[in-house]
């Protein structure tokens, strides 16, 4: 998974305190699932995610209350 800092213009929720924001991703494309011979499936499975396309929306909510707060470029 890819670490990155966005830089935010608050550092809580107005409305209810949270510290935690969200925003929508919208996941593109297909993967594979990895099965062993017996017809276990392999959990060390990251092949599934190699093609997939994430576009991520500039708008972000907070995690608890779900309001609006702000939008990133």
Same mark, same amino acid.
């Given at each position: 998974?890819? @670490? ?7 550092? #809580? ?6 510290? /935690?924001?969200? =925003? ?8 594979? @699932? ?7 499936? #392999? ?6 995610? /190699?093609?997939? =396309? ?20």
């Amino acid at each position: 998974m890819i @670490e990155m800092k966005l830089n935010f213009p608050m550092d #809580k929720c107005p409305y209810c305190g949270s510290e /935690d924001f969200i =925003r929508k991703v919208k996941i593109f494309g297909y993967g594979f @699932e990895v099965y062993e011979s017996n017809g276990v499936f #392999k959990e060390e499975n990251s092949a599934l995610h /190699d093609s997939l =396309r994430y576009k991520q929306n500039k708008r972000f909510y907070c995690f608890d209350c779900e309001k609006y707060l702000f939008t990133i470029n």
